[in-house]
């Protein structure tokens, strides 16, 4: 078997969105990193699609670690059948355990905490803190508002194409997967070794 990230965040949804699809991909997701023995660490919470990706790659028997900030365990509620569950005393911390901990990270449908965490860990890449895949999963052309406005900011002289180009969007979490393959970042998409 080829050499995989030992570790995948997924940032996702706490809400399930409008599109079936949604609920798919964070399922598929879930699915396929415990089937090639990929741990997943996410938000920790049981609803949306953050529950959907945890309770997928459990059944699958998985490793999940689940990170979340104290206020948050009644309010997103927390999940309680993770492997691993961290408690943290806010949302800084909370990311900062998921970026030290992933190798990897896959932004699926999401709303407001789901963009602020992949701009953050975009910011941070940009900035030389790490050169660790950043991956949009593109599902039902979700994120292309979100595009949008990262090429607005080139386009407005804000952000340069180089910066940009630190986000990988794939259409789908198979293409996630291959694209977290440290050896084989540059290939486009060898699904065929999944």
Known sequence: MVSRAASVAVFCGS???NNPVFHQTA????????????RLIYGGGANGLMGVVADAAIRAGGAVTGVIPDFLKTREKMHDRVS??????????????????????WVLPGGFGTFDEMVEILTWKQLGRHNKPVLLVNVAQWGDAVLAMLDEAVNQGFATPEARAL?????DVRAALACSIPERQDSPYPVDTL
């Not at 399922?27 to 990929?38: D, K």
């Not at 691993?84 to 990270?105: G, N, P, W």
């Open 15 to 17: 809400r399930m969105g």
């Open 84 to 105: 691993e569950l961290i408690v943290t005393s806010s949302m800084h911390e909370r990311k900062q355990i998921m970026f030290t901990r992933a190798d990897a990270f």
């Open 167 to 171: 986000i990988r969007v794939v259409p």
């Open 27 to 38: 399922q598929n997701a879930g699915e396929l990193l415990a089937r090639h023995s990929v």
